[in-house]
């Protein structure tokens, strides 16, 4: 049996599909991988799990439906080279064109995992734009196009499935919530916080979507009171329409309160290192980065939205707060700054809730299950 794993970039591969891979590989089925970029260094990676890694040409942010027509029709001569017997795809544009350009293919077992539902889909809190009405309203036609041709689409809360499905009255064959992908729960094993120099921390893309702005200026907030605690934010730019400028990075490092750190090489050791771990995005599918310090034993500040509310059982493990709002997020800054027994006692209830829900090993295994 071949089996082909459509993606964006490598490094997703890398971060997030090593499990199933590898569990796919003990099946004795061959694993392909394609992306739109060709890393070597991960498809080196990507090898060494046992799948065969490959890159196909489409642009992440663009549109232009001419291009994504051509690249279509590209990444199905691909496809049909392979010959696979299961194709599943991951991110809007893979799942999206990748559905088409399988089903073209010929394809008999086709399987779309949606985790999150991307900028189009996610509330702001200014009014949305002409361009992004316009963006969203493309983005669902493709939906609409693609996600029937499947035999399963996969999501990960039950929050994206009502928005996008149910509201768009999109038909689809069959669906599955299937919950965080999980982590590796002997990697990110469990360490108690430090508590003795409190450290705020985000992993995350510098977004708007995240929460990045909300972050720096409740951190400004909160320093201003309490000058000895520290902020960083572990995330590199990103080119997509909401990503921070650089302009705007080098004015909030100026002003000294939080510390940009870019992409790091070592998460865990990162995670280690904070108190708090922050992420006050306005939608997620179920954020990994908020799983990961859950295992290390990270009380949790996020938001009510999609996605987040599903890493958080409020006043027990963490603190939720609305989103786009600075003044709730200093408050919970406030809140373990001044009770710093709570970041030790709900960071244990945070490693609890991840040994229950975010197993990557049970959570491959159930999408090799579904997908097989």
Same mark, same amino acid.
């Given at each position: 049996m071949k089996i082909l794993l459509i993606g964006n970039l490598s490094d997703t591969i890398v971060?997030? &599909?090593?499990?199933?891979?590898?569990?796919?590989?003990?099946?004795? %089925?061959?694993?392909?991988?394609?992306?739109?970029?060709?890393?070597?260094?991960? @498809?080196? =990676?990507? !090898?060494?799990?046992? !799948?065969?890694?490959?890159?196909?040409?489409?642009?992440?942010?663009?549109?232009?439906? @001419?291009?994504?027509?051509?690249? #279509?029709y590209k990444l199905n001569k691909k496809i049909k080279k392979i010959k696979p017997d299961v194709v599943l795809s991951f991110f809007p544009k893979p799942v999206i064109y990748g559905s088409l350009a399988a089903k073209i293919a010929g394809v008999k077992k086709?399987?779309?995992?949606?985790?999150?539902?991307? @900028?189009?889909? #996610?509330?702001?809190?200014?009014?949305?734009?002409?361009?992004?009405?316009?963006?969203?309203? $493309?983005? #669902?036609?493709?939906?609409? =196009?693609?996600?029937?041709?499947?035999?399963k689409v996969f999501f990960l809360n039950k929050d994206d499935f009502n928005d996008l499905i149910i509201d768009n009255k999109i038909t689809i064959k069959n669906y599955e919530i299937i919950g965080g992908i999980g982590v590796n729960l002997e990697e990110y094993s469990y360490k108690q916080p430090k508590i003795d120099k409190i450290h705020f921390g985000m992993v995350s893309r510098l977004l708007v979507e995240k929460g990045i702005r909300e972050f720096v200026l409740a951190a400004s907030q909160v320093k201003k009171k309490f000058p000895e605690v520290e902020f960083s934010i572990a995330g590199a730019i990103d080119d997509n329409p909401g990503g921070i400028t650089e302009d705007e990075i080098k004015k909030w490092e100026s002003e000294g309160v939080v510390k940009f750190l870019g992409q790091v090489s070592n998460v865990k050791s990162y995670l280690s290192n904070i108190s708090v771990f922050v992420l006050?995005?306005?939608?997620?599918?179920?954020? &990994?980065?908020?799983?990961?310090?859950? /295992?290390?034993?990270?009380?949790? %500040?996020?938001?009510?939205?999609?996605?987040?509310?599903?890493?958080? =059982?409020?006043?027990?493990?963490? %603190?939720? $707060?609305?989103? @786009?709002? %600075?003044?709730?997020? !200093?408050? /919970?800054m406030v809140f373990f700054i001044q009770n710093p027994q709570s970041i030790t006692i709900m960071g244990r209830e945070s490693r609890i809730i991840a040994e229950k829900k975010f197993n990557e090993i049970e959570a491959a295994n159930k999408l090799l299950k579904l997908i097989i």
């Open positions: 971060l997030f &599909r090593e499990k199933l891979i590898r569990e796919l590989i003990k099946k004795n %089925i061959t694993v392909y991988t394609l992306t739109m970029d060709s890393n070597q260094e991960n @498809f080196n =990676i990507i !090898a060494s799990y046992g !799948a065969k890694p490959d890159s196909y040409s489409f642009s992440r942010s663009g549109t232009n439906p @001419f291009s994504d027509i051509w690249d #279509t086709i399987f779309s995992l949606l985790e999150g539902l991307g @900028f189009c889909y #996610t509330n702001n809190s200014s009014p949305i734009s002409l361009k992004r009405k316009i963006l969203k309203c $493309i983005q #669902t036609m493709l939906y609409r =196009i693609s996600l029937p041709l499947c035999n006050p995005s306005y939608r997620e599918g179920v954020p &990994r980065s908020t799983q990961e310090a859950m /295992a290390i034993g990270l009380p949790i %500040i996020t938001t009510n939205v999609p996605g987040c509310r599903d890493t958080i =059982i409020n006043m027990v493990n963490g %603190i939720m $707060i609305p989103p @786009f709002d %600075i003044q709730s997020l !200093a408050d /919970a």
